[in-house]
């Protein structure tokens, strides 16, 4: 009859190939997010070097350290490039206001409320999600055309409180169908109405899902380019994404390190707004879909 063997207890030389393991883990990790962004400190740093330099060296560490390509880009334009910045500011921000007020409203409709045909519009909503932005580009173009909506930030901001992005209503019908219908039914026993129980109940309970369609959409927005390409002709009414385009010609001269510096500002924005709110996007993402 054979003994069994008895493991010897770890020791601090048995756990380190782990610890190795672990740290080559960290330095493979550090080195991707390098290489990622990487083409962004590029950007930043070259925001600050001399136009001669920019494109002669891939250091970070600028040579001749010069803040000229922001005063040149802020007031190189027939319209100083702050005006650029509060165009895309108010589009964005009427667009998240938008986004928020009819797709939440449309999402309770379709989770709470009871009306024939509920399934069909369903469905039909989903399928515009599947339904590629180009296909309806040029019958949406004449239709504003005739409204008279062309050269305006109408068509940026109007269809906006119509409910049109889909994406924002599937995800808070996800969301609100983790709140607990005995919360609605309390409300209808208290006398509460629908619309009540949808500003009372519901949406201070959605705060994580709403910060993140907010979020979502005043990046979304904020980056858009080729919507503004389409509706917007004249300069005085550009939005930054626009703005960045003029400095660079095809035809003439490419004023690089203007269009590195405002890229560096236009970024700003949308880090700042990510840094504010990232606690509520990422609860808002984790817990979509999930009951609680």
């Not at 201070?204 to 927005?221: G, R």
């Amino acid at each position: 009859m054979t003994e069994t063997a008895i493991a010897p207890p770890l020791t601090k030389e048995a756990t380190m190939p782990q610890g190795l393991k672990r740290a080559f883990a960290y330095a493979a990790l550090a080195a991707i997010s390098f290489v990622m962004l990487y083409p962004l400190l590029w950007m930043v740093s070259s925001s600050f070097k001399p136009e001669n330099e920019i494109f002669s060296t891939t250091s970070l560490i600028p040579e001749n350290f010069t803040t000229d390509a922001y005063a040149r880009g802020w007031n190189g334009l027939s319209v100083s490039f702050g005006w650029m910045f509060l165009n895309s500011a108010v589009v964005s921000v009427l667009a998240v206001a938008g986004n928020l007020i009819s797709c939440s409203m449309a999402a309770y409709a379709f989770t709470r409320l009871q009306f024939k045909g509920r399934k069909f519009w369903f469905a039909l909503m989903l399928g515009t999600m599947m339904l590629p932005q180009h296909a309806v580009l040029i019958p949406q173009y004449l239709m504003f055309l005739n409204f008279g909506w062309v050269n305006t930030i109408l068509p940026l901001v109007v269809p906006k409180f119509l409910a049109i992005d889909a994406f924002f209503i599937f995800l808070m019908i996800q969301f609100f169908r983790g709140i607990p219908r005995e919360l609605d039914e309390a409300a209808l026993m208290d006398g509460a109405g629908p619309l009540r129980i949808f500003l009372k109940v519901i949406l201070p309970l959605s705060t994580p899902v709403l910060a993140t369609a907010a979020v979502f959409s005043f990046i979304w927005t904020w980056d858009d380019f080729f919507a503004p390409l389409i509706y917007l002709n004249d300069i005085e009414k550009y939005t930054a994404q626009l703005g960045l385009r003029t400095f660079v010609d095809a035809t003439a001269q490419s004023d690089w390190g203007a269009l590195l510096a405002m890229s560096t500002l236009t970024v700003l924005p949308i880090f700042v707004l990510f840094v504010m709110f990232q606690r509520l996007l990422i609860e808002g993402v984790a817990t979509t879909g999930m009951k609680r």
